[in-house]
């Protein structure tokens, strides 16, 4: 365990490449740079233009870890825009059509700027989100440069344009004093004309105005016209808002893309036309006739859900490694955490009612501490944590963490935190298998490598097992999983968020690799793969979940136990528990009719809801035969319960969505000595938060 740490020391420590800042080759670039930009809108050459931009406004909500878990689409608005430029700095823009779709219910308006393109790679000062997300900020190549900002050259690339070969240099720049609000970024520069081929933009957190945001990129990229002028071609923004008082897993996130063609350099506007607004509308009966091309979801990309575009994630990733703290930092002081509602409040058969609180405070720039505590009122027992988290930049943190709790031993929840409090207390069907760990250690997160975010973390820790505390309302808890107790050290290589997009669908993918040390040495390794892929108005989905841990004595709570809506529907909760399984899911995903129920302001239920027919496979091998553990007062002779099942087990099942697929209902029957079961729950999507 000691070499793994060390070793994930040093990576975390490790920096990249020096930048040698204000090299003279630099700041004479960015010099000419601000020269042409001031030229190049007095430049005669270029008087006026007109063009055309189709954009997307999609609103999205992120519930759980933004790394692993993807974000729902909530709303998409297409907006087809009219574009005029005049020299020297005159800007009109039309929204001249509009259509939208909402997928949950929700309230959303935008500011008016969001419906346009950025012109002219910002004016000198920079404004986001009508003033409000950003005001009057120093443009990096603007008037004042030179003296807000320091410049790096850290790439060169060369661009074959209708033949002709142009040299590009990446200009990276951060502000000399990362207190203000400034920018922080990169720009493409041609080394010819010094003129902005991309720009890419984050910002200091006292440039951000609304304390709700976490993160605010840009990224402009441009076009050559004519061979001469670099104009906009594509153009992305992200705003990602998190709630300020209270640290809680729920993001907003608005996503804005745009696409610019069309180009009119001979076009001649009338004095008149830019009188008004900067962005104005068409009035509605010429807004809803504009003739869009297919449906208004067809354009959205496949994984605009599942993953930010990857070049966002490394603009984000660069400010961070310029700036550090003075770009992460949001939260002064101490604040309430809710990691989950179950953190909070919970039901089990171990704990019975349980309750809990958390929270976190910033220590100093880049440090803070964190805790959380749960009393359980069956079991008499307290349950916490108490973690120090060092943040240095680049996505690397590490924690140092004690702890004492109940951990489920599966790899996946069956269902989500609230569900199962509900079900534990009123009917006896706890779908968890909690032990009791002591443990001590050090989590180390490693950052982002081939499109993963890799965690490393040695612990030594201390396993129990638990019985059954609790008594509900209806019916009766099955024994909980009798653990061996032992105790030693244990080091956790964990990689989360990979994925992969394309015409073929959208493949994610997560797992741990678990080095152990108890009574004897032991591996065990489990991967996640989810696939998804879009057939007209239908989509293919697939679940793979594959486990296993080396043969030999190894304590029972290393097993892989499968059994529940999730990993064995159509079969009981205990019916697998082995060395080495598979759980397999695949499901066709098609809308069919339903109620349309209205939601006043908050728009509509859509008249459609999902149905999910779906084929179920489980392969155990090499059973772990655990004795039952019964339930005090009354204890009976243990009685064999799991490791009894072997080989392949399929099911047939189908899953109903109404309410926007809020809500899911599911009904399977196994197929090799199974039985009917029933489940209901909420999406999938918020289990992270509940």
């Not at 070499?3 to 003279?24: F, I």
């Not at 430049?43 to 999609?58: E, F, M, N, P, Q």
């Not at 309410?659 to 197929?671: C, E, F, H, I, T």
Request: proline share 7%.
């Amino acid at each position: 365990m000691i070499r793994a740490v060390v070793l994930a020391l040093a990576v975390l420590t490790a920096q990249a490449g020096a930048q040698r800042w204000n090299e003279p080759r630099a700041t004479e670039l960015a010099r000419r740079a601000i020269e042409r930009r001031s030229g190049q809108i007095a430049d005669s050459a270029l008087a006026s233009y007109s063009a055309k931009a189709i954009g997307y406004l999609t609103f999205l909500a992120q519930v759980g870890d933004t790394a692993i878990v993807p974000a729902m689409v909530v709303k998409q608005d297409q907006l087809a825009v009219e574009v005029y430029w005049r020299a020297p700095a005159s800007s009109k823009q039309v929204v001249v059509g509009r259509r939208d779709t909402l997928l949950m219910p929700a309230d959303i308006d935008y500011y008016r700027d969001r419906f346009g393109i950025v012109q002219s790679n910002f004016p000198d000062r920079i404004r986001m989100g009508d003033g409000r997300d950003i005001a009057d900020v120093p443009h990096p190549l603007g008037s004042t440069g030179l003296s807000a900002y320091e410049y790096a050259i850290t790439d060169s690339l060369a661009l074959q344009v209708v033949g002709e070969r142009i040299d590009v240099f990446q200009v990276s720049f951060r502000p000399r004093d990362a207190r203000q609000p400034r920018a922080i970024g990169s720009a493409f520069l041609d080394v010819r004309t010094a003129d902005i081929v991309r720009l890419e933009l984050s910002f200091t957190r006292a440039a951000i105005l609304d304390k709700r945001i976490e993160h605010l990129t840009v990224a402009l990229e441009n076009q050559l016209i004519e061979g001469r002028f670099w104009l906009p071609r594509q153009q992305f923004v992200e705003v990602v808002r998190a709630p300020p008082e209270i640290v809680i897993p729920v993001r907003g996130i608005i996503r804005g893309r745009w696409e610019v063609c069309c180009y009119d350099i001979t076009f001649k506007p009338v004095p008149a036309l830019f009188a008004g607004p900067p962005i104005t509308f068409a009035p509605q009966s010429v807004l809803r006739a504009y003739p869009f091309e297919g449906g208004i979801l067809d354009g959205l990309p496949p994984d605009v859900a599942s993953a930010r575009p990857a070049d966002i994630t490394e603009i984000q990733e660069r400010a961070e490694s310029l700036v550090g703290q003075a770009f992460r930092e949001r939260i002064d002081g101490a604040a309430l955490t809710v990691p989950r509602i179950n953190d909070i409040a919970r039901v089990n058969r171990a704990e019975g009612l349980a309750l809990g609180a958390a929270a976190r405070a910033r220590v100093r720039t880049g440090v803070s501490a964190d805790a959380r505590v749960r009393f359980g009122f069956s079991d008499d027992e307290w349950k916490g944590e108490l973690g120090l988290t060092w943040e240095p930049s680049g996505g690397r943190t590490m924690r140092v963490f004690v702890l004492r709790d109940y951990v489920d031993v599966r790899d996946v929840p069956e269902t989500s935190g609230i569900r199962n409090s509900v079900a534990a207390q009123e009917f006896g069907s706890d779908y968890t298998d909690p032990i009791d760990v002591r443990a001590a250690g050090v989590l180390v997160t490693l950052g982002r490598w081939a499109r993963t975010r890799w965690r490393i973390e040695g612990a030594y820790e201390k396993h129990e097992p638990l019985i059954v505390r609790a008594t509900p309302e209806n019916g009766r808890y099955e024994p909980l999983l009798p653990a061996r107790p032992v105790e030693g050290t244990r080091v956790s290589l964990r990689g989360d968020g990979a994925t992969w997009s394309g015409n073929a669908g959208i493949l994610r993918a997560g797992g741990e690799l678990r080095l152990v040390d108890y009574d004897a040495k032991a591996v065990r390794a489990v991967l996640i793969v989810d696939y998804e892929r879009a057939l007209g108005a239908s989509r293919i989905t697939a679940r793979t979940i594959a486990a296993g841990v080396s043969a030999g004595s190894v304590p029972e709570q290393l097993g892989v136990y499968f059994g529940g809506p999730v990993t064995a529907p159509g079969y009981r909760f205990d019916d697998f528990a082995a060395r080495r399984g598979v759980s397999h899911r695949i499901e066709w995903r098609r809308p069919v009719p339903f109620i349309p129920i209205p939601l006043a302001r908050f728009g509509r239920v859509p008249g459609k809801a999902t149905l999910a027919p779906f084929f179920h496979a489980v392969w155990v091998d090499d059973p772990i035969i655990v004795p039952g553990m019964d339930t005090p007062p009354e204890p009976t002779p243990p009685s064999v319960f799991r490791g009894e099942r072997q080989g392949w087990y399929t099911a047939v099942g189908a899953g109903f969505e109404p309410l926007m697929g809020l809500v899911r209902l599911d009904v399977a029957r196994g197929l090799r000595d199974g039985r009917w079961t029933f489940s209901f729950d909420v999406s999938r999507s918020f289990w992270a938060l509940l």
